[in-house]
């Protein structure tokens, strides 16, 4: 086995090749697992392996992508009705392989309780990382901020049961930044068992996105907020499958403050973190 080798899954997505880029600027071995070779990221001149599997449900190719590797980095799949069943196998794939530690890229608020059905989702697969035995960190992400664009409606409305409440949406950069952070510190077992929130620098309302949207993009953009009923009627109106109906759907509650994400990058550049060679391939 290699301790050093970092296997990086949904390396095709826009984390995974973000991590991968960054992994490879600061020279790490890495294995990045795609379900297409021409959707692997290229890094020509760095340590980087590819791995084809078919997806996490693929217990033997999974383990064989994971077989050598002391890290993994799991990023979450594609919203599907039994994710936490692939995740799950993912998981099992990794112990099999002998790997020692894997980083997932999880959601905050992951709870039993959550409102939230990815959020749970997210918290089973916790669950069942913790119950391995191997060591683990959680990448617990907010809302991407590309997201937040994408709610806006053809009519220019965003609607959701957010009420007033906050969200500290965050750049895929600056999750790859941390996840590189995490990745790459040379205090070995500095992030073993933690749970990191991963957030933008400001917490804002809907009807704050909606302002800031109408400024930069000169349509008017407004925020109607829905009750959680009306937000899973307009879901089953659109035609989505039973388990999409909660989707995006959480009850509106004090958010935390917000914890900046740049505050946690300075990790990258801490006493501990490892500086690697520079690869080409940065961006
Ligand atoms: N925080 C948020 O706001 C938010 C929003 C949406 C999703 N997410 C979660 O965050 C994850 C990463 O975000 P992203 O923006 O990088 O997503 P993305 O661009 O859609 O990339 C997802 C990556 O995971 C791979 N993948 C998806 N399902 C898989 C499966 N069942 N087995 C193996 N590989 C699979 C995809 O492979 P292909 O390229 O072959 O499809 C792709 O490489 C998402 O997959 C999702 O779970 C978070």
Do not use: K
């Amino acid at each position: 086995m290699d301790d050093e080798l970092i296997v990086v899954t949904g390396a095709s997505g826009r984390i995974g090749r973000r991590l991968a880029v960054r992994l490879a600027a600061e020279g790490a071995h890495q294995r990045l697992v795609v379900r297409a070779l021409d959707r692997a990221p290229e890094l020509p001149g760095t340590e980087t392996e590819i791995a084809i599997s078919p997806g996490y449900r693929d217990v033997e190719s999974m383990r064989t992508a994971f077989t050598g590797a002391g890290t993994v980095f799991l990023v979450s799949g594609r919203e599907t009705a039994d994710r936490v069943t692939e995740h799950r196998a993912a998981v099992d794939a990794a112990v099999d392989a002998g790997v020692q530690r894997i980083v997932y890229l999880s959601f905050m608020g992951a709870a039993p309780d959550a409102t939230f059905t990815f959020a749970r989702d997210h918290w089973a697969t916790e669950e069942h990382i913790r119950a391995s035995g191997l060591r683990f960190t959680f990448l617990r992400d907010c809302f991407y901020h590309d997201l937040l664009v994408r709610l806006v409606g053809d009519d220019g409305v965003i609607r959701g049961p957010a009420g007033h409440g906050r969200v500290a949406a965050v750049a895929h950069d600056d999750v790859a930044d941390v996840a590189t952070a995490v990745l790459l510190d040379e205090r070995v077992h500095a992030h073993d068992g933690r749970a990191y929130d991963v957030t933008g620098p400001t917490a804002f309302t809907l009807g704050e996105a909606a302002q800031v949207l109408t400024h930069t993009t000169g349509r008017t953009i407004t925020y109607e907020p829905q009750t959680v009923e009306e937000a899973y009627a307009s879901r089953v109106s659109f035609g989505a499958e039973p388990w999409r109906w909660t989707a995006g759907c959480r009850r509106t509650r004090p958010s935390p403050p917000a914890r900046s994400s740049r505050r946690r990058r300075r990790c990258a550049g801490c006493p501990g973190a490892r500086r690697r060679r520079s690869g080409s391939g940065w961006r």
